[in-house]
């Protein structure tokens, strides 16, 4: 079975004349050693740039990376905030996780799913379990895009993971203003070749998922072993690229902070960012994630590595981020506490997970009420009352969370921050994806179509799934909002407010 997996002749295609891949260490630390102590003009100049929505190259965001004094470090976050602002309005796009199975072939040494941790109890999820979590998921919580996460192993092949996503496709849930469903699925899984991601694209994959970890060669050995299907570097670098061949636009890269220097990773991402946009598809990254070690159970490596990531540089991470690829989304789960989340949304991120369950099968089984409401003394990292009584189960999920917060609890938060919570999942639906996207979002028009879809389905979830209080705070929301969207789309404010008016009568999966 694994022999079957890696196509060298997949990998080959898209190396240089040389036999090379795009990760230039030598490059990456030369740029991070001559661009030591810059001078505050030089950043100026590099953030004029980033407010016009374009890519920064690798010397800019080394220069980025390397700026330590405090008051340049606040200018840049809120320059970051304001790059945020103007590309993605005020929305913050909301999802949750779905864990499908922790069955796996790799030997990652972060990981509690990895093979050699015989205490993992060992299972996926079957067709009946993922309808039942799908129908917790968009009935009892109101999400409407999911991210389903599967390991690497023979059980959980392609064959699973088509079948497992029309099971979520095909759920659809009774509310108490109309019905609920799963709109978007994006998929976090292993590398695939280009046959098996145009499989999943005919079954509506969302964004296609794939971390690198480490784009530090001897650090990605030395965490993923030499024997495993994972220790083949290039086979996962060039993931993306395959994908774009097998016209999957939207593609998601991530690292795991915390293995390898974090300035350094960086600069991988973006690296990664602009090989993508120099192929024949001209399409960046739709979005990057940036995890940082947790603890896992049976795992050698914890947040103890020398090189953890603290609080400030985390931050820092997602300002530079913001700064070099201004037009692509920032991912901040709920591994983070909720303290670091509120800060990392006035740093520019634009999508964040609730109700967060990493169990398997916990979102059927652990949720307390109709409206998933769940008391707010949540479990938090190393509380094992809270671990028993809310599925924080080391010995079956891969990490422990650190936000607890439910979706009314996020809601509430974000619109005290100013931000509107958005379950919009149109844009793939009606085209607005890969190079059409990327367009909108460097012109910064795509807030126009998805401000006004994040204000209806805002009014969907508030109807069908709000407490008391949550809608009251929600409902002064919406009203600011829709006093300003005739000024912000005057093309489109007739069609909007009929389907706004629509979806307060009770129509469902309206958009424009
Ligand atoms: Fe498997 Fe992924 Fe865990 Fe590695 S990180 S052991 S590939 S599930």
Redesign the pocket.
Known sequence: WSRSIVKPQEVEKYLDSQGQDFIDEQAIFRALEETRNPDPRTVRDILDKSRAIQTLTPRETAVLLNVEDPEMLEEMAQTGLEIKLKVYDNRIVTFAPLYMA?H?????S??????ENTEMHRRHLTMEEIRREASALAGSFGHKRLVV?????PLTDIDYLEESINAVYGVRVPTRRGHANIRRVNVNC?PLDITSLKRLREVGLGTYQVFQ?SYHRDTYRRV?GTK???ADYRWRLYAMHRAQDAQVDDVGLGV?FGLYDWKFEVMGLLSHVRALESTDCGIGAHTISFPRLEPAHNAPLTRSSRYAVSDADFLKIITVLRLAVPYTGLICTARETRDIRNQAVLRGITQMDASTRIGLGAYSSGHQNDLGAIPSEQPAKGDQAGRDAYSQKEEEQ?FLLGDPRTVEELVRDLASLGFISSFCTAGYRIGRRGERIMRLLRSCSEGNYCKLNAIITFREWLDDFATPETRKIGEALIQQELAGAKQRTPALHTKFLDYYKRTSEGARDLYV
């Not at 796996?104 to 990652?108: A, E, F, G, H, M």
Request: net charge positive; glycine share 8%.
């Open positions: 922790n796996c072939v790799n030997s990652c972060y990981c509690g799913f990895r093979r996460v599967y390991g690497e192993h292993a970890e993923h495993s299907l994972k795991l891969q």
